[in-house]
């Protein structure tokens, strides 16, 4: 039989796949059981905020690992140095943090994109924290914790922008807008101002900026805080147009921090979110780190 | 010559040509059930599989987001298409330029090997944001402004000079006999290249050529770095909707529809091709 060789060759083949995949199986159960009984008690995980989540169930044993941007963004992160506290997010997490029971000391610093803070698998982080809004398309994948902030959408044009003065959304359908992909602003843009041209969409602030300065959009929209931040540092003859209320067109922004899906640690993390919104701590870092953006105009929504 | 009558004996020359045949397909039908069958057992048994099928096949996720992709994915296909005969015509007048041989016409030469060096060399995600947002801060009006204009312009710019070395290595293919036989019956240079090299580089280039074509359908979507919503960048948007990668897996999937179809054609071209020249596919 000459069809032998051929069918021989294949066997092993497969036999060795399917022994890779078992490996790699049997390889994650056992870390994963390993975790939780070494977990309880190391990490002192007995805050005052254990809530109904488990403290203790940490990536690494006692150490709470937490993620943000590359690089992060002022004003959540002073000079992309998320591990001095300085920045809205940064002091933010390690309040979180004290709150699980994770001195500065016991918090951990990685950086991720978007795509692997959603992608399936193994997380390199516990708590994951960008500006990430709530949103219930995104819970069916990820978990929330409670908000620890709320931000109005705001939009940024350059001086002499067909934006310029307005102040109801009336004003608005003419303009030609540009956002971030994937944020709240561009919904925000679609779905509440919706504008008669379609809006152009860019990777980040700095697409939309080369833009505005190749006068292919009229003006852009961000969350408050970085239309401040853009406005002021990062486009030159650019002012905050204005801002849209709270609860404007149904869609509030409200930054949660990341978890797993079913992570053991959300609950956890929703009580510390609440002691410190509770008792005034979080509204005193806002007013720390973030302006007092009342004082912007406000463009209504009818 | 019995063989030419209906109900001839096979010969043994047929006999185990036929077995032969017989036996490849019983192979290739086994080894590729097998391995499809062991693929289809053995990831869903994975332990991450569950998390995988929920992150990237969500049937949801699917369905709501086809539909948008699919309209989206009409701006490439704009792109695309009125980016591709300036592309031709671009590539075709450097080759040739990079053909001439009169010495008279050297800058003319210097200028194709520059063009086709600088703009094949370049990363095309450079060149569109270069030219996207670099040249209409020039100070252009709105309407000449557009994103699409500059990142067609781009689409061209580096392709053309892409195609161009393609269609210099299919002249230069062109045995040099032909081009002195031509010569040699009074032709001109003129003439020679329009009906005797031309026809016949052409006839060999099909192929890459339809490579490159592909190529420029998946490259259409870098546009979209300056602006323009198109398929890819819409399946980021609904990606960072649903936090989910479902989008991209349906946007991979409209892609397959316009890619795969080339893709055959461009193999059928081949085979007529070698089917012409004569050429016998040993199996």
Redesign the interface.
């Given at each position: 039989m000459r069809?032998s060789p051929?069918?021989r060759r294949?066997v092993p083949a497969?036999a060795i796949?399917?022994l890779v995949?078992a490996a790699?199986?049997s390889d994650?159960?056992a870390s994963s059981s390993s975790d939780a009984p070494a977990g309880t008690d190391a990490s002192g995980g007995t805050g005052a905020a254990s809530g109904d989540g488990d403290c203790a169930a940490t990536i690494d044993d006692g150490v709470l690992t937490i993620a943000t941007g590359e690089p992060a963004f002022y004003p959540w992160v002073i000079d992309d140095a998320p591990e001095s506290g300085e920045g809205y997010e940064s002091a933010v997490a390690f309040a979180v943090a004290a709150e699980m029971g994770y001195d500065a000391d016991s918090v951990v610093w990685v950086r991720t994109t978007?795509?692997e803070?959603?992608?399936?698998?193994a997380k390199n982080f516990d708590l994951n924290l960008q500006q990430y809004t709530i949103?219930p398309?995104?819970q069916?994948?990820?978990d929330f914790s409670l908000p620890y902030y709320t931000s109005n959408q705001a939009i940024v044009g350059l001086e002499g922008s067909a934006a310029e003065g307005a102040t109801t959304i009336a004003d608005l359908k003419a303009v030609?807008f540009?956002a971030q992909?994937?944020?709240t602003s561009?919904?925000f843009i679609t779905d509440v101002i919706q504008p008669d041209q379609?809006?152009?969409?860019?990777?980040d602030n700095v697409?939309a900026k080369?833009?505005l300065?190749?006068?292919?959009?009229d003006a852009a929209v961000f969350d408050v805080p970085t239309a401040v931040y853009v406005s002021e540092f990062e486009i030159e003859g650019s002012s905050v147009i204005g801002q849209f209320p709270a609860d404007a067109g149904g869609t509030t922004d409200s930054f949660g921090i990341v978890l797993e899906k079913d992570s053991p640690l959300t609950g956890c993390v929703d009580a510390a979110i609440t002691a410190i919104t509770d008792n005034g701590d979080l509204d005193a870092l806002a007013s720390e780190w973030l302006s007092d953006y009342e004082s912007l105009p406000v463009i209504t929504v009818d | 010559m019995t063989e030419q009558h209906a109900g001839h004996q096979p010969t043994r020359r047929e006999v185990y040509d036929r077995a032969r045949r017989r036996?490849s397909i019983?192979?290739a039908t086994?080894?590729t059930v097998?391995?499809i069958g062991?693929l289809l057992v053995?990831?869903p048994?994975?332990?991450?599989w569950e998390?995988?099928q929920?992150?990237?096949f969500d049937g949801d996720v699917f369905v709501d987001t086809l539909p948008i992709l699919v309209e989206a994915f009409w701006v490439d296909v704009k792109i695309l298409v009125w980016s591709t005969p300036p592309i031709l015509i671009v590539a075709l007048l450097v080759a040739l330029a990079r053909n001439t041989r009169s010495p008279a016409l050297f800058p003319l030469r210097a200028f194709a090997v520059v063009y086709t060096d600088v703009l094949r060399g370049i990363p095309v995600i450079l060149l569109v944001?270069l030219i996207?947002?670099?040249v209409?801060?020039l100070?252009?009006?709105?309407t000449w402004?557009?994103?699409l204009i500059w990142g067609s312009v781009t689409l061209v710019l580096s392709y053309s000079a892409y195609v161009a070395e393609v269609i210099r290595a299919g002249i230069d293919s062109v045995h040099e006999s032909q081009r002195a036989g031509a010569r040699s019956l009074g032709m001109t240079n003129h003439q020679t290249m329009q009906t005797v090299i031309l026809p016949q580089a052409f006839r060999r280039i099909v192929p890459p050529m339809m490579n490159s074509f592909v190529s420029l359908q998946k490259d259409v979507a870098l546009v979209?770095?300056?602006?323009?919503?198109e398929i890819l960048?819409q399946a980021?948007?609904e990606?960072?909707?649903?936090?989910?990668?479902t989008p991209y897996v349906a946007a991979s999937l409209i892609f397959l529809a316009m890619t795969i179809p080339c893709t055959r054609l461009a193999d059928w071209a081949l085979a007529r091709q070698r089917a012409k020249t004569g050429a016998t596919a040993i199996s």
């Open positions: 069809t051929a069918l294949l497969i796949g399917a995949l790699c199986g994650d159960d978007f795509d803070a959603i992608q399936p698998g949103t398309e995104r069916e994948n990820i030609k540009g992909a994937g944020t561009l919904a379609e809006p152009f969409v860019y990777d697409g080369a833009a300065d190749a006068n292919q959009i | 036996r019983t192979i086994i080894s097998v391995v062991a053995l990831i048994l994975t332990p991450g998390k995988v929920q992150a990237f944001y996207g947002f670099g209409p801060a100070g252009l009006s709105r402004a557009n994103p979209s770095l300056i602006g323009p919503v960048r980021g948007i990606k960072a909707k649903y936090a989910n990668f």
